[in-house]
């Protein structure tokens, strides 16, 4: 459980809202997964939900990785409110592949009070393969959003995580950098608590300018993947990563290596997130190329 008091950049938005107080029922959803093999292939073992967060059936989509589970988190309110507190697990068992991602957006509601918060965690044990890729997120005027989360991961386990992050509803009220907050704090261990990496950014549009130079400066959209795996998938990966830019398209890309041999980190910076998810989605298919020996360009089903 998190203090939030404890919170820095949260302590202006301790204020509660005037409808129902932060984190009580119908605020506090909660979405479980936990993944085993079975019969070769992995299944959607166990799952606890608590409304407004919900988990489709396990679905096996990838012709190419046919014992690959695939599970939609859905959000059954319109977005994340003021008072908010959602919690999301995904427990993924030895040797399992599982692909997780939500049905639509994120979006983070207009708010006057409080804040809105979302914890995860994600644990993979021996020889597990992970991607924990949800849609965008949408931060309206004067949202202010939190997400903590938590990885523990097997030395021989394969995870893959983005997060893409809008300036706001570009398109709809030509909210551009308007929000309050956007806060993200990741961290990364072994299961016996051996640290890897901790890695946290808060965006504060109206404290300074975004669009300055060595921030988001002509860019809108903000996509951040994280590559935790062996040193020789990861090398594989940072050989054959998309990292370069175009002046046409008006994109940035670029790899690093994180700490610790833990894997890779992938930015993108562009115009608009259709853009941003294209370069995202071609890093998967390099992933799981080198992880999986699956050679062909990824896509996101929607249904």
Excluded at 18 to 46: V, Y
Excluded at 233 to 249: D, F, I
Aim: charge should be neutral; glycine fraction near 8%.
């Amino acid at each position: 459980m998190i203090d939030y008091r404890l919170v820095p950049e949260l302590a202006p938005y301790q204020d509660e809202p005037r409808q129902l107080p932060s984190g009580t029922i119908g605020k506090n959803g909660l979405a479980r997964l936990e993944f085993e093999r079975r019969d070769g292939r992995t299944i959607l073992a166990g799952a606890r939900e608590r409304p407004p967060l919900s988990a489709h059936k396990a679905l096996y989509w990838e012709e190419d990785i046919p014992a690959m589970a695939c599970v939609y988190l859905i959000m059954v309110s319109g977005g994340m409110v003021q008072g908010d507190r959602h919690a999301i697990e995904i427990i993924a068992g030895p040797g399992t592949q599982a692909h997780v991602t939500t049905q639509a957006a994120t979006w983070i509601q207009e708010m006057n009070a409080n804040f809105a918060a979302q914890t995860q965690r994600i644990e993979l044990a021996d020889r597990a393969y992970l991607e924990y890729l949800p849609d965008i997120v949408i931060p309206s005027r004067h949202s202010r959003f939190h997400t903590h989360t938590q990885i523990s991961i097997a030395p021989t386990a394969t995870l893959l995580y983005s997060e893409v992050l809008m300036p706001g509803r570009k398109h709809m009220n030509r909210e551009v950098f308007q929000y309050d907050l956007f806060s993200s704090l990741l961290r990364a261990e072994r299961p016996d608590g051996t640290e890897l990496f901790t890695e946290k950014f808060v965006i504060e549009p109206w404290r300074g300018d975004v669009r300055r130079l060595g921030i988001m400066h002509e860019f809108d959209v903000f996509g951040n993947v994280l590559l935790l795996a062996k040193p020789e998938v990861a090398g594989r990966v940072l050989e054959a990563a998309p990292a370069t830019c175009s002046v046409h398209e008006g994109w940035a890309a670029g790899a690093s290596r994180l700490p610790h041999d833990a894997g890779i980190l992938y930015r993108v910076l562009g115009p608009e997130s259709h853009v941003v998810l294209g370069k995202v989605y071609e890093f998967v298919a390099v992933v799981r190329k080198a992880a999986l020996g699956v050679d062909r360009p990824f896509k996101r089903p929607y249904y």
